[in-house]
Structure formats: C-alpha cells, structure tokens
C-alpha cells in the first residue's frame, strides 16, 4: 500500500518532466527511504511553465537519487539529487 502511493506520487510530481515514468516501471525501496532512478528521458515541454528563454529539443537525466528520512521527516531534510 505504502509503496503504491509514494509511486503514485512520484509519477505525479515527476511525471510532468520526465517521458515514459508509469508506476508499473518503477521499482522503489520505500522503507529503506532510498530512491534511485536512471536514464530519464527529459520532456520536451518540461521548462515550459517557467518562463525561460530556452527550449529543450533532447535532454536525459543520468540519475535521479532521493532520500527520505521517514523516522523523522519532521526534524530531517528529504535530499535529491
């Protein structure tokens, strides 16, 4: 249950930049709070609601780590990198 809706989650927020992010191709530790994704496939309307003067025509990102302090996501940061 846990993991569906974090995966949900992923996929809303992510979804919106990256191509092809579906909950049924992503494979998360979720209690370990350790996320690791590779070789996204940027969007090419991922910049478009910020206003920017540049146009993505390719992009890709190699690795996408987060981190998820879940014991106390109160006092710690959630990192990604």
């Known amino acids: 249950m846990a993991k569906n809706l974090l995966c949900s989650i992923l996929v809303d927020v ?9 909950v ?10 350790k996320i ?16 920017l003067p540049v146009t993505i025509t390719h992009g890709s990102l190699k690795k996408l780590n987060l981190k998820i302090p879940w014991t106390s996501l109160d ?5 990604i990198e």
């Open 24 to 33: 049924e191709n992503l494979k998360v530790g979720v209690f370990s709070g």
């Open 75 to 79: 006092s710690k940061p959630v990192r």
């Open 36 to 51: 690791e994704l590779k070789n996204l496939k940027l969007k090419t309307s991922a910049l478009d609601g910020i206003n």
């Open 14 to 22: 992510l979804g919106k930049f990256v191509d092809g992010l579906a």
